[in-house]
């Protein structure tokens, strides 16, 4: 019988509606009856509303505030101080769901397993593990009535977006909200998550900078995930270190990112500090693969096309990647609007150099650039991004805060141009069919 009731969904559903129903009120008061509201407080109070609910709202939030664009940018300040720190569950709870998952015997599958959860989400906790051969696994237990959560929570999104939507003009967001409430749904599924490992785990298996957990299938249900347990540190541990070390560290983190991308059209979507570590072998542990985004040949081919349209001020093969990407009515100025935000994000893959991702090493140009595509959407009247865009953009903008935080120095541009150098749509296409057939995906 499924936990996931239709009165833990009603409970969810009047808790958030009543705690975001009144600051979300104040937008449209702002839009319809003038009544001006000081901005950076009303973000300020609504982050804090998110932060004690918890759970995938949460998530939610943090989502919102990486995708340029989308919130004003008030608002994508203050979600981005979000943290996903929610306190475990006790023991009764994990008892109750290892004896769901696995039966009454279910400790008779380890010779060891801690009480305690070593890690703690927003949608699962972590337990630190032994097999009955002495393997150090991870299993990862989802909470109970999270797919009544994440249903409730998904109905609160529609509302929000749409409440900043009437209140800035810059965004449609029909098709953000379907691929955050794809994605949110996938993420409940620790099966797919288990096949995402594995996909990873085929694309990677001769990089020697990079670990993949293993996937222990007969330990694995739906929302039970066990895996090999990977040692290793933090990243923020390394900010302190020779800069030769954390230059090491954000090449195998560049790569782990983008040859999936670029040479199988697979995407992490979901560049978070706590979902991988450094391991004392000198790897990149990833740890987490609920977020994961698979993209058509011809994305990636529009992707790369944008790249090379910035490189020789080419306007037609500009719009070409934009209209291939999803965009509609594209015109001279939506394509001045939408490069201004390209310029940015590209420039390190374009600048032939040693330097870091951002040479403000803060963060403060992205906020004004997305601030000034913002307004200049304003202006249009808006536009209707694809649904690729939001986790597209969200990895980028992720990865460039870790980099920022290692203050790497790299040649991005020799670093890309390795990846995507002899590009092919047919070769791709053929290859990532392949890979997928083998993930069972």
């Not at 290892?98 to 599958?109: F, I, K, P, T, Y």
């Not at 140009?365 to 649904?387: D, I, S, T």
Request: proline share 5%.
């Amino acid at each position: 019988m499924s936990e996931d009731s239709l009165t833990g969904r009603l409970k969810r559903y009047t808790n958030v509606s009543t705690a975001v129903g009144g600051l979300m009120a104040r937008l449209l008061s702002d839009r319809y009856l003038g009544v001006s509201i000081d901005a950076p407080q009303h973000a300020e109070d609504l982050k804090i509303t998110l932060g004690h609910l918890k759970g995938p709202l949460m998530k939610i939030a943090q989502i919102l505030a990486t995708v340029p664009d989308m919130l004003p940018p008030e608002y994508a300040t203050a979600f981005l101080e979000l943290q996903s720190n929610a306190p475990p569950m006790g023991w009764p709870f994990v008892k109750r769901r290892m004896q769901a998952e696995l039966g009454v015997d279910w400790r008779s599958n380890f010779l060891e397993f801690e009480p305690t959860a070593a890690a703690a989400a927003s949608l699962g906790q972590v337990h630190r593990a032994l097999d009955l051969k002495g393997t150090p696994l991870a299993c990862k237990l989802q909470y109970p009535e999270m797919g009544s959560a994440v249903e409730a929570d998904l109905n609160q999104l529609k509302f929000i977006l749409k409440s900043f939507e009437i209140y800035s003009g810059a965004l449609d967001t029909e098709n953000l909200q379907t691929e955050i409430r794809e994605h949110l749904r996938e993420e409940l599924d620790y099966l797919l998550e288990a096949k995402h490992m594995k996909l990873f785990s085929e694309i990677l298996k001769d990089a020697p900078y990079v670990e993949i957990p293993d996937v222990f299938d007969k330990l694995t249900t739906t929302r039970l995930l066990t895996m090999s347990w990977l040692d290793g540190e933090k990243l923020l541990d390394f900010r302190d270190t020779p800069q030769e070390l954390r230059n090491e560290i954000s090449t195998a983190l560049f790569k782990s990112w983008y040859y999936p991308l670029y040479t199988y059209g697979v995407l992490h979507g979901d560049p978070h500090l706590g979902n991988y570590s450094w391991s004392q072998e000198g790897k990149l542990n990833l740890l987490d693969f609920g977020c994961v985004r698979i993209f058509n040949p011809s994305l990636i081919e529009g992707v790369l096309d944008l790249y090379k349209s910035l490189q020789t001020g080419d306007e037609e093969l500009a719009v070409h990647a934009y209209t291939t990407w999803g965009f509609a009515n594209i015109d001279k100025e939506l394509i001045e609007v939408l490069n201004m935000w390209a310029h940015f994000l590209y420039e390190p893959l374009l600048d032939n150099r040693v330097r870091p991702i951002d040479e403000t090493y803060s963060g403060l140009r992205g906020r004004e650039v997305a601030g000034a595509v913002f307004e200049a959407l304003k202006r249009k009247g808006g536009v209707k991004p694809p649904r690729e865009f939001v986790f597209m953009d969200r990895a980028a903008v992720g990865l460039g805060s870790v980099f920022m935080h290692l203050r790497a120095q790299l040649n991005w541009h020799v670093l890309f141009e390795e990846l995507v150098q002899g590009f092919s749509k047919e070769s791709f296409e053929k290859r990532q069919k392949e890979v997928l057939s083998k993930s069972g995906l």
